[in-house]
């Protein structure tokens, strides 16, 4: 005592000294301008006395830091120190400065600390690091606990990639030392900082995926099933990976194939439960078993599908434990932590899924030798009426009252037991002490529950009738005051702040968090339930039928609508891209027409050549007629080429032919399909171009023609010249003219070849723009049609979409005629405005209990 006494006058002095210190803020500021110095003697010492300031006035010496030039940057210098006493101790400062101020937290952390310090926990050791790196982490835990900014810097830094290593263990894992097991554990609450469920779930899921792709989820899990692992270590790992899956199925799916080293390999899921039902682990291990399994199963309808699977007589499998056995053997065991901790597991799988509350209607169990196998939801209620541990009979009453919520044919099947009714009026009624005032609450809500999710099948309990039952034997007052004692238990209002279940004793463990939503929602509206008349629910179902019936009505023609709409876009994207089709077949006629233009000028460019050509030939002709004295042979020679001219000549004409009977056709094929269409005259002109093009060919033919004339006057004249010659004696002469009339024979055949070859190009290029106009024609043609077709398909649905515009008009009059009627017989119709006011509300105070 006098020890704790000295202790506090020597702090009550210090506040003192600080206040009078800092009364004058120039004090801080040379302070600070004193930490730039270099000299250890000078630095250290000023590090020390800002750090007992920062003890002793934090909030002060703080806005001081804050408002000083480069305040925050010269402390941030205190980590690069070479010399550690100043740079642990800088550790120290930091910590102290970074203390509840999001300010003074973001400018730290983009000084770059987050790489700073996770250099220094690197190079001391990571988790095997001394006092060094939990000052490091706990500096971490202050710069990223509830700062949004910080934890996006964090992530988007990859600095959640840098912390997989923290976690590598061994085999042996035995020996743990003190320093190592606190170390690891800020490291894995720095990981849970991250993925806090009280922060925004877009950052919450972008976090988790960082952990899932970087393997950081797989690390924890091997600490997971790892062996000799100390149990806080264990128990916080199982609390860090419940936040890591919570709500992302990519993580959850992964944890449910993880599998614990054992012989045969069993799921991880069912060496947890093992824990969790077995009353000789501690109880913060079982918590922590508990919550993994509820982040397991939170928004995973997938999971909730597989743990109800395996207590389905279908399922079953006698030679392996199932997460099914062990829940059922937990909910039935003697131990009451064990029967509360099962019903709550047992109740997150039936969590918002109808599908899964109607397939734990078909699970039957054994209850002993002899008698026939009872339902589970039977059993549930004989142990309740058994009169077992308060805490039993809670998370039985939670089981139950989760379980037939939202869903009708649970509540029918609870109700058709002749027991169960009675047991609960019975519970409500009497006058029992403190500890039994939450199960009459729980009984409470599990008979509204009955009464608000009633569809009257049961002729012996209906709405009517179990309200009648609630005013003769306990009173509508009575009973909606201890429907209250749920929500003004102490306890609630704990559970209800967290998704962790945290409780100082396993006593406490009375409440669950998502129980806790489901009595916010239901409370208020079986409170009004049980309040009102036959005749108002008569008229309630009426009105709630007529306006069910419109509003079916107004869905079907909004739904007609909306397939209409797509059905008209669909025609607009099928019309513009009808467009685009016909805008790139004008733009092929396009190439299509220089394409024949270049043909023109090459046939121009030929037909240049032909005339010269033949005005040398008439030149040779006249040179030949003055030949005298030719031999014999050569007479022989020339005529065998003439002969072979004469064919080639016949060949080209029959080509020519041909080619002319194709256009002609061509031209009449042309003039049928190119009727009615709006490219007529591109086509006419087309044509109009081919037959020049074919007349300038026959005038080419003609000139052959001529050609073929003179080259038989040559023949007949050199046939004459022989038969009339007399042997020169001037043989020089004549072998020279020889020489000349051959090769000016040679050249004509040359020219002849080389004409058949430039005519048969011709004619291939001509075929190929026939194709292409061919093709062309057709495609304009189907193009007009199917935009006719789509004008007339959009006149048909907007003249539709107007007649649905009409009747969404009367019905609408209709609706409004009713609500008149309703609030002229003085009954309260709330308009779209009022309900949408009240959501936001009750969101907004849904909210405000939350945080």
């Not at 009364?23 to 007992?52: A, C, M, N, Q, Y």
């Not at 029918?412 to 199960?439: K, M």
Request: aromatic share 4%; charged share 25%.
């Amino acid at each position: 005592m006098p020890d704790e006494n000295a202790q506090k006058q020597a702090d009550d002095l210090g506040i003192q000294f600080t206040d009078k210190f800092i009364e004058d803020p120039e004090h801080i500021t040379l302070l600070l301008t004193l930490l730039e110095d270099f000299d250890f003697h000078v630095r250290w010492p000023g590090v020390k006395l800002l750090t007992s300031l920062l003890k002793n006035q934090c909030v002060q010496v703080q806005g001081i830091i804050l408002v000083s030039p480069m305040g925050v940057s010269r402390l941030m210098d205190l980590l690069a120190d070479s010399r550690e006493v100043i740079r642990n101790d800088g550790l120290l400062l930091l910590q102290q400065l970074t203390k509840g101020n999001a300010a003074i937290q973001k400018i730290v952390a983009f000084e770059n600390a987050f790489e700073r310090l996770l250099d220094i926990i690197s190079e001391e050791g990571s988790s095997d690091g001394g006092i060094v790196v939990e000052d490091c982490l706990l500096l971490l835990l202050n710069l990223l606990k509830n700062n949004s900014s910080n934890q996006n810097f964090f992530k988007e830094g990859s600095y959640i990639q840098k912390m997989k290593p923290w976690f590598e263990v061994g085999d042996d894992n035995s020996g743990w030392s003190a320093q190592k097991v606190t170390n690891l554990h800020l490291m894995l609450q720095l990981v849970r900082v991250m993925v806090s469920p009280v922060n925004s779930p877009g950052a919450t899921a972008s976090c988790q995926k960082s952990m899932y792709q970087c393997g950081l989820l797989q690390q924890l899990c091997t600490i997971l099933m790892a062996t000799g692992v100390p149990a806080d270590i264990l128990t916080e790992t199982i609390n860090t990976v419940s936040e890591v899956i919570r709500g992302s199925q990519v993580n959850q799916d992964y944890f449910a194939s993880v599998n614990a080293p054992s012989n045969p390999p069993r799921p991880a899921i069912v060496v947890l439960l093992m824990s969790m039902v077995n009353e000789r682990q501690p109880f913060v291990l079982r918590c922590a078993v508990l919550y993994c399994f509820q982040c397991f199963l939170y928004k995973n309808q997938k999971g909730q599908g597989e743990i109800v699977a395996t207590l389905l007589p279908s399922t079953i499998d006698a030679n392996s434990i199932s997460a099914g056995q062990l829940l059922c053997g937990g909910l039935f065991s003697a131990d009451s932590l064990s029967n509360w901790c099962a019903a709550v597991a047992l109740a997150h799988a039936l969590q918002d899924n109808l599908t899964q509350k109607e397939q734990l209607l078909r699970v039957q169990l054994a209850t002993s030798l002899g008698k026939p196998p009872v339902s589970l939801l039977q059993q549930c209620t004989n142990i309740l009426s058994q009169g077992s541990k308060v805490q039993t009979r809670v998370g039985l009453l939670m089981l139950l009252c989760t379980w037939i919520s939202n869903c009708p044919i649970a509540v029918t099947h609870f109700l058709h037991n002749q027991e169960n009714v009675p047991f609960l009026t019975a519970q409500i009624s009497e006058n029992l002490g403190e500890d039994e005032r939450l199960v009459q609450g729980l009984c409470a809500l599990l008979l509204g529950i009955c009464i608000y999710y009633n569809d009257n099948s049961l002729e012996n309990y209906t709405k009517e009738k179990l309200k009648q039952l609630i005013e003769k034997r306990i009173g509508k007052e009575n009973f909606v005051e201890k429907l209250g004692f749920i929500t003004k238990h102490e306890l609630y209002s704990r559970a209800a702040q967290k998704p962790q279940p945290v409780f100082p004793s396993p006593e406490q463990m009375l409440f669950d968090h998502e129980f806790t939503k489901l009595v916010k929602e239901l409370e208020g509206v079986i409170t009004k339930a049980v309040h009102k008349s036959s005749e108002e629910e008569k008229k309630e179902e009426e009105v709630k039928k007529t306006l069910e019936q419109h509003d079916n009505i107004v869905t079907q023609y909004k739904e007609l609508i909306r397939e209409q709409d797509a059905q008209i876009q669909d025609l607009k994207e099928q019309a513009a891209s009808m467009t685009a089709q016909h805008e790139q077949m004008q733009t092929t006629v396009a190439q299509q027409l220089s394409q024949i233009q270049q043909h023109k000028d090459q046939y121009n460019i030929l037909k240049l050549k032909l005339g010269k050509e033949n005005q040398s030939q008439s030149n040779n002709q006249a040179d030949s007629s003055q030949m005298n004295g030719l031999q014999t042979e050569e007479l022989s020679q020339l005529r065998e080429e003439v002969e072979e001219l004469r064919k080639q000549h016949a060949l080209l004409q029959s080509q020519v032919g041909d080619k002319d009977a194709l256009i002609s056709s061509l031209k009449s094929a042309s003039a049928q399909t190119t009727e009615g269409s709006a490219e007529g005259s591109e086509n006419t002109k087309l044509l109009q171009e081919l037959e020049d093009l074919r007349s300038q060919l026959q005038s080419q033919s003609e000139e052959i023609s001529q050609l073929k004339s003179e080259r038989q006057d040559l023949l007949r004249k050199a046939e004459d010249v022989g038969s009339d010659s007399v042997p020169s004696n001037d043989g020089s002469l004549d072998v020279a003219k020889m020489s000349e009339l051959e090769s000016r024979l040679a050249a004509q055949t040359s020219q002849t070849e080389r004409l058949k070859e430039e005519a048969k190009s011709l004619s291939e290029s001509r075929a190929e723009m026939e194709q292409q106009l061919a093709s062309a024609t057709s495609t304009v043609a189907i193009l007009q049609t199917e935009k006719t077709k789509l004008q007339t398909e959009v006149q048909e649905s907007k003249k539709e979409q107007d007649d649905l515009l009409m009747l969404l008009a009367d019905q609408d009059q209709k609706i409004h005629s009713l609500k008149q009627r309703l609030k002229d017989l003085g009954e309260t119709v709330e308009d779209e405005d009022d309900l949408d006011a009240r959501d936001l509300t009750d969101e907004d105070a849904d909210e405000d209990d939350e945080d």
